[in-house]
């Protein structure tokens, strides 16, 4: 009588780890979203004005940032890192230039327009880091603490300006 208990636990453990049912199959996590999987979106379903609006920045503005993280890089690998010697050289103000016309560029593409929130506000800190970049004359490699201290500030915003900037299309595809 033991093997047939043993035998009937194990065929329902079995049932239980396999998720026995009946229902239709679901795409898997890996399976790409079909827009026909939600209901009444079709193929056919025109896309928000929004939605247009969106894309069009994402396609002015992308193409400037990734040409820009092939000429420049980004984050710690950018010549605007605090860490990176060269922050204080001409290469970073031609970096914070380059950035500051990508982020002028972008908010022309959202003047106007609702949303893009976090877009705007990189886009501005950008520019105003560039700025500082400018006023603080750190491209002549300033020896006073302050002066200095003031560039690893405006290096740092600029360094981390084109994800901040991928971030904000990103959500402004998203609708926020």
């Known amino acids: 009588m ?3 208990i043993t035998a009937i636990v194990l065929s329902l453990m079995a049932l239980a780890v396999t998720g026995c049912e009946s229902s239709t199959p679901r ?13 009444g979106i079709t193929a056919d379903t025109p896309i928000s004005e929004a939605g247009k609006k969106a894309e069009q920045v994402q396609s002015a503005i992308s193409q400037q940032l990734d040409s820009y993280f ?7 690998n950018s010549p605007c890192a605090p860490a990176d010697k060269r ?12 950035l ?12 106007g327009s609702k949303g893009f929130h976090t877009l705007r506000e990189q886009a501005q800190v950008t520019a105003r880091a560039f700025s500082g970049y400018q006023k603080a004359n750190c491209s002549t490699n300033p020896q006073a603490t302050k002066a200095r201290s003031l560039c690893v500030r ?11 900037l991928r971030d904000g299309i990103n959500l402004g595809l998203a609708g926020k």
């Open 27 to 39: 795409p898997s996590a890996s399976s790409p979203a079909r827009p026909t999987d939600a209901p």
């Open 70 to 76: 092939t000429r420049y890089g980004e984050g710690t």
């Open 100 to 111: 500051q016309t990508i982020a002028q560029a972008a908010l022309k593409e959202i003047e």
């Open 154 to 164: 405006y290096g740092s915003d600029l360094a981390q300006a084109p994800s901040n």
């Open 87 to 98: 922050l204080f050289t001409d290469t970073c103000r031609k970096a914070g230039e380059s």
């Open 2 to 4: 033991r093997p047939a």
